[in-house]
């Protein structure tokens, strides 16, 4: 629970510039005003500025590519950002976990790592196609 009695939930989202993805979460987090404490947590070096969101958590979240190079890089920044995910959310008490794409196995990571709050994915494309 928040300050304010309202459960926490974290909203991780990959996008680094304002896209029709961040508006989604952007959207969920103003949908959600009055009933959650919504954080928002964005990759390292994202331009999308912070001017109508409460709490904005900046980690090193790397997008999923086809290359395997891609690959590679993917895992060892999922770790770190896991890592760094599952502590803040461990000090905000929070309870609920939305990942903005299904690619992003940051939920999967933080059960392993003891978290036993709800995880939601919000698939935005269609898994065959990738």
């Not at 920044?77 to 000090?91: D, H, P, V």
Request: proline share 5%.
């Amino acid at each position: 629970m928040s300050l304010r009695g309202l459960p926490v939930v974290y909203l991780v989202d990959s996008s680094i510039a304002f896209t029709g993805a961040f508006a989604c979460a952007r959207n969920m987090a103003r949908a959600l005003e009055g009933i959650a404490d919504v954080v928002l947590v964005l990759p390292k070096g994202s331009t999308i500025p912070e001017d109508d969101l409460r709490t904005v958590y900046y980690l090193q979240i790397r997008n999923l590519r086809r290359s395997p190079r891609a690959v590679l890089l993917y895992l060892p920044f999922l770790a770190l950002s896991t890592w760094q995910l599952r502590g803040l959310m461990r000090c905000d008490g929070a309870t609920r976990l939305v990942l903005n794409d299904f690619y992003l196995m940051h939920g999967a990571l933080c059960r392993f790592l003891g978290y036993r709050g709800q995880i939601f994915a919000w698939v935005r494309i269609d898994p065959r196609g990738f």
